[in-house]
Nanobody, 121 residues
């Protein structure tokens, strides 16, 4: 199985950039599609971005398209989420996930513990 650990979160001002990393341990990392989700207090976990096992395909939520970029380096067992032009509405706990390549939580089997991103206005 795969264990996922997020890092790189924190508190930033609106308009800033931030890069989240998710390091995986376990076997067969490169065979999984990967996704980023986020959850704000009182709200459901929502899709942010996804990338296929080989990085050839990506998808983004409309709310982040053009601002966020997902990438992966299979040789490092790491997936990244580079976030630009951050807004207060981006404030949430961000989770990385491994499994299929999809846009719902049900498409993924493994989940990280989550990391806080807070954007001040």
């Amino acid at each position: 199985q795969v264990q996922l650990v997020e890092s790189g979160g924190g508190l930033v001002q609106a308009g800033a950039s931030l890069r989240l990393s998710c390091a995986a341990s376990g076997r067969s990392f490169s065979s999984y599609g990967l996704g980023w989700f986020r959850q704000a207090p009182g709200k459901e976990r929502e899709f942010v971005a996804a990338i296929s096992w080989n990085g050839a395909a990506t998808g983004y939520a409309d709310s982040v398209k053009g601002r966020f970029t997902i990438s992966r380096v299979n040789a490092k067992n790491t997936v990244y989420l580079h976030m630009n032009s951050l807004k207060p509405d981006d404030t949430a706990v961000y989770y990385c996930a491994a499994g299929g390549y999809g846009w719902t939580v049900y498409d993924y089997r493994y989940w990280g513990q989550g990391i806080q991103v807070t954007v001040s206005s």
